[in-house]
């Protein structure tokens, strides 16, 4: 099955900074990349996709861009804020399995004001 | 928030109970999922269902069981729980028939922190 990787574990930016995060995946046939940022005690939440069709997409702050040919993505955050502190999860959809995704085990970000 | 409920929300049991948690959607998707979290490791796939009575295992699914016996329920057995299983569960659904949501977005219900003593 699909293996996904995700670096650094954890991330400490000031205010401001900009923020990345990046994944690796193993299978060539996947084809959609979804973000979810977990909040202390909730529920993960989709906050950003993209398919194997695009490059890049962005959505206000945030941006995510799939290299196909390195089997890498990366989640990029711009001005972070304190609310932005959270887990976020990248995540890969197996080019075998209908709908299954495979996580990768999590950045605990935290921005510092 | 999709229409997606999860009971119970916590549960502390014993070693060698039987446990069930319960999913529940409104909104008549036709994918359900089941997954664990612990600290480390992220969010693992227990088991998923890709319609009614229709059902796969994923990567950590020795111990349980699941069931599906219409659209909107999905339920998660421990036959005999163990401490190792003390975790974070979600339940998550994607695909609305005939809605707005596209087929890959999956939805989180609320979690059900279970304690096995």
């Known amino acids: ?113 | 928030d999709a229409g997606i409920t999860q009971s119970p929300r916590h549960k502390v049991t014993e070693t060698g109970t039987p446990v069930t948690l319960r999913c529940h959607q409104t909104e008549n998707h036709r994918y359900m999922y089941w997954y664990r979290q612990d600290p480390g490791h992220g969010l693992r796939l227990i088991h998923y269902s890709y319609g009614v009575k229709d059902t796969d295992k994923g990567e950590v699914s020795d111990g349980y069981s699941v069931s599906r016996s219409k659209t909107e329920d999905f339920l998660l057995t421990l036959e005999s729980a163990t401490s190792s299983q003390t975790s974070v569960y979600f339940c998550a659904i994607s695909e609305s028939i005939g809605g707005g949501i596209s087929y890959n977005e999956q939805f989180f219900g609320p979690g059900t922190r279970l304690t096995v003593l």
């Open chain 1, 1 to 113: 099955g699909e293996n996904v990787e995700q670096h650094p574990s954890t991330l400490s930016v000031q205010e401001g900074d900009s923020a990345v995060i990046k994944c690796t995946y193993s299978d060539s046939a996947s084809n959609y990349f979804p973000w979810y940022k977990q909040e202390l005690g909730k529920r993960p939440q989709l906050i950003i996709d993209i398919r194997s069709n695009v490059g890049e997409k962005k959505d206000q702050r945030i941006a995510v861009t799939l290299n196909k040919t390195a089997k890498h993505f990366s989640l990029h955050i711009t001005e972070t804020q304190p609310e932005d502190s959270a887990v976020y999860f990248c995540a890969a959809r197996g080019g075998s399995t209908l709908g299954r995704l495979y996580f990768g085990r999590g950045t605990q970000l935290t921005v510092w004001p």
